[in-house]
């Protein structure tokens, strides 16, 4: 595997839309649209507080396959009894073993807002999201770069998708911030070097305005990471690995919700 694995993974992935653009057109996709209910809002991730996005993740290139045969029903129903905010559902099918099958059986199994994880660049991309019941989508600035980040934060907003803007540095959160995020998530993970340290986000969120919410993204492995986190005024954590790794992931989830907030509120 090359070192620049943001690539190959696009590679991959546009292959993997020619054919599904085949199947269903961008104008049939439109279509499907209009008898969809619109979107829930990530009601918990509000600036002035703490939530947790929780996430089904089979695999990854860092880590290989994490949990290939995922228990889907008792991993949600965990989610949602630990109280989590929202649910992110890898969809991208040949680096994380994900696919919007999955997608879907969420969807049917939780009324929780539900985020689709994937490399999108393309209106397709962000149409589909919708019709399979996406409430937010994750853009990623570092695949977008700020020209078709802000065409995409339009779009998704002209959908009511909401979107999750992910940065890994100063410029990123810059370009974000310039294409009108209001939820941006920092990377703790450098895509193209696998390196992971909390202080990515600690680092960087003195950049970001107190109205934009902030989410911190990947490597939270406990309480005390989010506690650390919460105590610094991030308002939410993304965590696949260490959930879904849990025989209990629903204590875990509570764990991890009930030390962020108090952590979050004792803060000043
Ligand atoms: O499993 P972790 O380390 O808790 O990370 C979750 C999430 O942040 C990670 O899956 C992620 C963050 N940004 C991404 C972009 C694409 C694919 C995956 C990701």
Request: proline share 4%; aromatic share 6%; glycine share 10%.
């Amino acid at each position: 595997m090359s070192a620049d694995i943001l690539n190959e993974i696009v590679v991959a992935k546009k292959k993997r839309l020619a054919a599904a653009e085949k199947e269903v057109s961008l104008s049939q996709l439109w279509k499907r649209l209009e008898q969809k209910t619109p979107p829930r809002r990530l009601w918990p991730f509000a600036p002035g507080g703490f939530a947790l996005i929780a996430e089904v993740k089979r695999a990854s290139p860092s880590r290989g396959k994490i949990e290939w045969a995922l228990d889907l029903p008792g991993i949600v129903q965990g989610y949602a009894a630990g109280g989590a905010g929202a649910v992110s559902v890898l969809t991208e099918e040949d680096f994380f073993g994900g696919g919007l099958r999955d997608f879907h059986a969420v969807r049917e199994l939780s009324g929780l807002p539900l985020l689709r994880k994937d490399f999108m660049w393309t209106e397709y991309q962000l149409v589909e999201s919708r019709v399979w019941g996406a409430d937010a989508v994750l853009l990623i600035t570092a695949l977008l770069g700020a020209e078709a980040l802000r065409g995409l934060v339009g779009l998704a907003r002209e959908l009511k998708l909401e979107a999750l803007v992910e940065c890994h540095d100063r410029e990123e959160v810059e370009q974000a911030l310039e294409a009108g995020a209001r939820i941006l998530g920092i990377n703790n993970r450098n895509l193209r070097t696998f390196e992971v340290s909390l202080a990515t986000t600690l680092e960087l969120l003195p950049l970001v305005p107190p109205d934009v919410v902030v989410i911190s993204e990947s490597g939270v492995s406990g309480p005390e990471d989010v506690k650390r986190l919460a105590a610094a005024g991030v308002n939410g954590a993304l965590v696949g690995e260490s959930c879904v790794r849990r025989a209990d992931p629903g204590d875990y989830v509570g764990r991890l919700v009930s030390e962020g907030s108090a952590a979050y509120r004792e803060r000043r």
